[in-house]
């Protein structure tokens, strides 16, 4: 009955324009404003008939079941706290959801939200650097939401992208003794491309979206810049004041002349925007059906492979590039959201309850099966939960053993149109690189 009602204020709170609508969830504007939050929660409100503590919940909206189930479990072993479960409205954003809650006055404890929504509400969020899970968090998956030490939001999953490989392609190709990993260099790639290539087989499988160009392989550009955060943060700094040389700029010339040569012996050569408009599923049919042998993606296409090839063994080597660049050797990986607590207008027992129901999820048994049952990956290195799904299990051999880096995510919310253009006029041949450098140092001139 709680959920039915949470929605039918949300419908008609939205229709009162206490939100801002449209825009990606990780860049909403300042229009969506939280800051109206109403009256604290009262006794009734934060105590369970038998004296629990009583929070609300929200974990994301892709797998509600699985969420329940999760909630359940917890509830059930918890002699101290229930979880209430909220779900988000159908046309809503994560972020609209928060603001709706907050204009009245009855806001969540524990709340999953993308990391650019985080940084807007550090006012409002818990530092949860003491979390006993932290410990285990993989490197570079709380750089985004940590400010002068305070950590406001817990990692709750991976995703990761590279150059996704057909097993059974190599193995015909190169040898059942092949190993994928042995490929570390530019010159290394391009000889097992050759190879691949004579037997009459696309080597690679460029997917040309926006998207897929203009945030997965360019951002990678921008975490090349430095090892830290601050580093990369400086160099976005000089693309806004109009200052950076792209052209001139080492690991920029470094990833484009990897891209260089997957564009050389890309599947869609001959037609390299043929699929722009499309999804996923074209480039997935050409590496479970052993067309092409890699793909440059991400393991959330993994149910795409799946529908076709159930049974064969995928896996991911790292872009290659210059061993001088600081990502060498290690494959990207991201956040797609995070656990927060509220802390403004709950109260202190709402806040450590909130905590103990985050560290619950990322230690216990049936929340690191939870991570795996929504086709995850998991962010930290206690997880034990069996992985069957040997794509995602490639991304856990690399962030076990260190060996990502971050995707850089503060960018404008219309980078993946416009860099993405840039790119995919690059790819199609219509612009060469100084002509794509200087569209892209123009676009983040004119931000601010």
């Given at each position: 009955?709680?959920?039915?009602?949470?929605?039918?204020?949300?419908?008609?709170?939205?229709?009162?324009?206490?939100?801002?609508?449209?825009?990606?969830?990780?860049?909403?504007?300042?229009?969506?404003?939280?800051?109206?939050?109403?009256?604290?929660?009262?006794?009734?409100?934060?105590?369970?008939?038998?004296?629990?503590?009583?929070?609300?919940?929200?974990?994301?909206?892709?797998?509600?079941?699985?969420?329940?189930?999760?909630?359940?479990?917890?509830?059930?072993?918890?002699?101290?706290?229930?979880?209430?479960?909220?779900?988000?409205?159908?046309?809503?954003?994560?972020?609209?959801?928060?603001?709706?809650?907050?204009?009245?006055?009855?806001?969540?404890?524990?709340?999953?939200?993308?990391?650019?929504?985080?940084?807007?509400?550090?006012?409002?969020?818990?530092?949860?650097?003491?979390?006993?899970?932290?410990?285990?968090?993989?490197?570079?998956?709380?750089?985004?939401?940590?400010?002068?030490?305070?950590?406001?939001?817990?990692?709750?999953?991976?995703?990761?992208?590279?150059?996704?490989?057909?097993?059974?392609?190599?193995?015909?190709?190169?040898?059942?003794?092949?190993?994928?990993?042995?490929?570390?260099?530019?010159?290394?790639?391009?000889?097992?491309?050759?190879?691949?290539?004579?037997?009459?087989?696309?080597?690679?499988?460029?997917?040309?979206?926006?998207?897929?160009?203009?945030?997965?392989?360019?951002?990678?550009?921008?975490?090349?810049?430095?090892?830290?955060?601050?580093?990369?943060?400086a160099f976005i700094g000089e693309l806004k004041a109009g200052t950076a040389d792209l052209a001139g700029n080492t690991v920029f010339q470094d990833y484009m002349d990897t891209f260089d040569l997957l564009m050389k012996y890309n599947y869609y050569k001959d037609n390299p925007l043929e699929t722009a408009a499309d999804g996923n599923e074209k480039q997935a049919q050409l590496l479970a059906t052993g067309q092409a042998a890699f793909w440059f993606h991400g393991n959330w296409a993994a149910h795409n492979i799946r529908t076709l090839d159930e049974e064969g063994e995928y896996g991911f080597i790292p872009v290659p590039v210059s061993e001088s660049n600081p990502n060498a050797g290690k494959i990207c990986t991201l956040v797609p959201g995070y656990f927060t607590v509220e802390q403004s207008t709950t109260t202190e027992e709402q806040q450590q309850a909130g905590k103990e129901f985050i560290d619950w999820i990322i230690s216990s048994q049936e929340g690191q099966q939870y991570v795996i049952n929504c086709g995850n990956v998991p962010a930290y290195s206690n997880n034990t939960a069996t992985i069957t799904e040997s794509i995602s299990q490639s991304v856990v051999d690399y962030t076990t053993t260190g060996n990502n880096f971050p995707m850089y995510v503060m960018y404008p919310s219309d980078h993946y149109t416009n860099v993405g253009a840039s790119m995919q006029r690059y790819l199609s041949g219509e612009i060469d690189r100084e002509t794509m450098a200087a569209e892209i140092e123009a676009y983040w001139a004119t931000q601010q």
């Open positions: 009955m709680r959920r039915k009602w949470i929605g039918m204020m949300m419908a008609a709170a939205l229709t009162l324009g206490l939100t801002a609508c449209g825009g990606s969830p990780a860049n909403d504007s300042a229009g969506d404003n939280p800051d109206s939050a109403g009256a604290a929660n009262t006794d009734a409100d934060t105590v369970t008939a038998d004296g629990k503590v009583k929070i609300t919940a929200y974990l994301g909206g892709e797998m509600p079941d699985e969420n329940q189930k999760l909630i359940e479990a917890f509830n059930a072993q918890s002699d101290t706290t229930e979880v209430e479960m909220l779900t988000l409205t159908k046309g809503s954003s994560g972020y609209q959801m928060l603001t709706v809650m907050y204009n009245a006055g009855n806001p969540l404890t524990v709340y999953f939200l993308e990391s650019g929504d985080v940084m807007k509400l550090t006012d409002k969020l818990a530092n949860l650097a003491d979390l006993d899970c932290m410990n285990y968090a993989a490197a570079g998956t709380t750089e985004d939401v940590t400010v002068d030490g305070t950590v406001y939001g817990v990692p709750a999953n991976l995703q990761a992208y590279g150059l996704i490989y057909s097993r059974q392609v190599l193995s015909d190709v190169m040898g059942e003794d092949f190993d994928p990993s042995s490929i570390k260099t530019r010159e290394d790639l391009e000889e097992v491309f050759k190879q691949i290539e004579a037997q009459g087989i696309a080597p690679v499988a460029i997917s040309p979206f926006d998207w897929n160009l203009g945030n997965h392989w360019f951002c990678q550009i921008y975490t090349g810049q430095a090892a830290d955060a601050a580093g990369r943060d």
